[in-house]
C-alpha cells in the first residue's frame, strides 16, 4: 500500500500545485519531497492497519505457516 501511495502522490501534488497556482506557495520540489515522504508514511501505516485486521481472526498456528511461508528461501533462488 505504501508503494501505491507513494507513485500517487507525486503526480498528484503536482497537478494540485498546477491547478491552484497560490503566488504564497509555489510549487517547489522540497514540498514535493516532503509531500512523498509524508502520504508513503500514511500508506505504510494503512498497509499495517489492513494486515492486522486481516490477522486478528487468524489461529496462532495459521499466522506461523504465513510467516513460515514469508520467511522460506524461494527455490528458485537456491
Known sequence: MAQTVSLIAPPL????????????????????LNTTIGYTALGAAAGAGVGFVRLMDES??????????LVRPSPLLV
Open 60 to 69: 496462532e498456528p495459521a499466522i506461523l505457516a504465513r510467516v513460515e511461508k
Open 13 to 32: 501534488y503536482i497537478a494540485t500545485a498546477i491547478l491552484r497556482r497560490n503566488p504564497l506557495k509555489p510549487f517547489s520540489i522540497k514540498r514535493l
